[in-house]
Structures are given as structure tokens and as C-alpha cells.
């Protein structure tokens, strides 16, 4: 897979941007369907990212278990 790049958003400056697992591109892939440029989109990254405060573990289990959309629908 591609790798892909987001910002941080702890830091939304000219810092360098920070690699997204590939689990979680190809789940923000099947769970969104924009393009990888919009909000929808990086705010799915962002979230499973566990920039918002949850555990990875509980991430990686709404991943593996769940079919949960992001904030921005």
C-alpha cells in the first residue's frame, strides 16, 4: 500500500506530517466515501488515530468489530 500522511493536528504547523497506519487508511477507505482530501476523511484518520482521546485498544477493537462513522457525516 501507498503510504499516506496527515498532519498532526496537535500541531497544525509546518511540522512534518505524521504516517497513518495502513490498517486504518484501508478502514477510512471502506468507511468513507470521499476523497482523502476532505474533512470526512481526515477527521476518520485523525480519530483512529487516537488524536481525540481513545484508547488505541478500544480503536483497534471498533475497527476489528464495528461499523462506526466518524463525527463528520
Known sequence: MIP????NPSVLDDTPKVRVPD???R????K???DRESLQYID???YHMGYYGDSKKLLREIRDKYSIRP???
Not at 499516506?4 to 498532519?7: G, L
Open 27 to 30: 478502514y477510512c477507505d471502506d
Open 23 to 25: 490498517e486504518i487508511v
Open 32 to 34: 468513507i466515501s470521499f
Open 4 to 7: 499516506f500522511y496527515v498532519a
Open 44 to 46: 476518520c484518520i485523525w
Open 71 to 73: 463525527v463528520f457525516d
